[in-house]
């Protein structure tokens, strides 16, 4: 069965720092790619998706993930965190065909001033 | 474009009541999912519906269900509320299914 994975419950950074935020995933092809990023009480809001193509997609609020297939890895970064990053963050697959969202349990990101 | 919305936004139950949620996607949108959210269960997807069809349905009980509108509006009902469907529940739109956009949620506490 696919599944997703990501192995950081909470990361805790400072201001200014860099971020990378892991998330694996277990599926036979190439499946679709998301992350997303949740405020307390709100809804998900999305940062950035992979469908094909280019394995560096660019997002929203300074984003980017690369998509490794040997990896079965699409790894979030930031290069400079902004106390308002503050979230929770959701990476997702979709399976081809499906429509069907598979989410991660979530990395919680508490930012240092 | 106004984005997703969900009604209400809180709603307090009691044990065996059932309760009825409201979504509205974004305009033009044919595809209405749902998800339900807890704190030990994280995400979890509850169904799909596209233009007034289920397409996806995920593993749920009977008790959830849901419809879609010809104005690709949904309901979710979910009947005989047990204290563990507490949770928040998202809804997403989507033009064919695949990219989602997130309503803010409904909080459902079952008391």
């Known amino acids: 069965a696919q599944s997703v994975t990501q192995p950081d419950i909470h990361i805790t950074v400072s201001e200014g720092a860099s971020l990378e935020l892991r998330c694996n995933y277990s599926?036979?092809?190439?499946?679709?790619l998301f992350w997303y990023v949740q405020s307390p009480g709100q809804g998900l809001q999305l940062l950035l998706k992979y469908f094909s193509g280019d394995t560096l997609v660019q997002g929203i609020k300074g984003f980017e993930a690369e998509f490794k297939r040997s990896q079965s890895s699409f790894n979030l970064r930031k290069p400079s965190v902004h106390w308002s990053d503050a979230a929770e963050y959701f990476c997702?697959?979709?399976?081809?065909?499906?429509?069907?969202?598979?989410f991660g349990t979530g990395t919680r990101l508490k930012v240092l001033a | 474009k106004a984005g997703v919305t969900q009604t209400p936004r809180y709603l307090i139950k009691t044990r065996g009541q059932q309760v009825t949620l409201s979504c509205s996607p974004i305009?033009?949108?044919?595809?209405v999912s749902w998800y339900q959210q807890t704190p030990g269960q994280g995400l979890q997807f509850l169904f799909e519906?596209?233009?007034?069809?289920?397409?996806n349905k995920g593993n749920f009980p009977g008790r959830f269900s849901g419809r879609q509108f010809s104005n690709s509006r949904s309901e979710m009902n979910v009947s005989t509320l047990e204290l563990g469907d507490s949770a928040l529940y998202l809804c997403a739109s989507s033009l064919e299914g695949l990219e989602q956009f997130f309503g803010p949620g409904t909080r459902l506490t079952v008391l």
């Open positions: 519906y596209f233009s007034e069809t289920q397409r």
């Open positions: 599926y036979g092809a190439t499946p679709y």
């Open positions: 305009s033009g949108h044919r595809s």
């Open positions: 997702a697959v979709v399976t081809s065909g499906t429509y069907k969202y598979i």
